[in-house]
């Protein structure tokens, strides 16, 4: 073969690989995808994972998510950083909705919150409330680990402490107040022998990461103040014009489907339940 033609072969090979490439970026360019910001808790324990194929397989949209604190994801629907939110913290999404950054506030399942702590149970508060728990803590110094970013967790625990009728202890050397997600927090309280609260779906995922056998344990659960309700929200178009709103518009249709619905109710870690679906029980929509 000569020079002259193997120069020719090679270069339709190279025109061949760069249409490829080229026509392979438009096909990814055309995928519809849908941004969403949601809690570490719908991440950590693996929901997320569970259910994307799904909405994928049903709608053809490829949903992708930052997870992160309640507080900072509404701040990303608040700057149109992303196109929905999938979040707990009820009265912050009612603030955000208030001010104009969400639409369509639809309640999607719920679980609870829990105390958990070493066995031994230092401070003694296996079987209180969770007032009165936090109040014992308080009263023996107790090592107790928050989350202190924000998040729904963290504005569940500020809650408490003030129906306790105390001040948030965030001066007090037995707070340690580690700024990250739940597992990390969790893992933190256990290195420390601490207590701290988490939902429940979270504390499974890490109660199957230690094979049913976890340095920390459920000492005080089961109060109305544990209430943890998960609301999907679709970031205001008016607010951020270039929003995929439609896509989003689709997720909340989609979630709040009995198929979805069942899906949610289906997902379990060891056996266990960890949210429960809702999003029929009441209207929980702005």
């Known amino acids: 073969m000569d020079m002259k033609r193997l120069t020719s072969r090679l270069l339709i090979v190279f025109v061949a690989i760069l249409l490829i490439f080229s026509l392979g970026r438009g096909f ?25 194929p799904m909405f994928k397989e049903d709608t053809g949209i490829t949903l992708q998510w930052t997870a992160t604190g309640t507080g900072k994801a509404l701040k990303l629907g608040e700057n149109c950083d992303v ?3 999938l979040v707990h913290d009820p009265d912050s999404e009612e603030k955000f909705i208030e001010a104009g950054y969400g639409v369509d506030r639809t309640q999607v399942m719920y679980n609870d919150f829990v105390i958990i702590g070493p066995e031994d149970d230092p401070a003694g508060i296996k079987g209180l409330s969770s ?67 988490t939902d429940r779906g979270t504390y499974i995922r890490y109660e199957a990461n230690h094979e049913g056998n976890p340095p920390l344990v459920i000492l005080s659960e089961g109060d109305p103040f544990l209430m943890n309700q ?18 989003a518009k689709k997720f909340i249709e989609w979630i709040v489907s009995p198929k979805a619905q069942q899906a949610i109710a289906d997902f379990r870690l060891m ?9 029929n029980t009441a209207s929980g929509a702005n």
């Open 271 to 279: 056996g266990k339940q960890l949210f429960f679906p809702n999003a």
């Open 131 to 197: 007032t009165e728990a936090l109040k014992k803590i308080a009263e023996k110094k107790g090592v107790f680990v928050s989350r202190a970013d924000e998040s729904g967790t963290h504005a569940k625990e500020k809650f408490i402490w003030v129906q306790a009728g105390l001040a948030i202890p965030d001066k007090e050397e037995w707070y340690v107040q580690t700024g990250q997600g739940m597992l990390v927090t969790i893992n933190v309280a256990a290195e420390k022998g601490g207590y701290t609260l």
């Open 28 to 52: 990814a360019e055309a995928e519809d995808v849908l941004l969403m910001a949601t809690t570490t808790s719908t991440d950590d324990t693996g929901l997320l994972d569970y259910l994307a």
């Open 83 to 85: 196109d929905v939110l």
């Open 230 to 247: 998960y609301s999907v929200i679709a970031v205001n178009p008016e607010n951020c014009p270039n929003v995929k709103y439609d896509l």
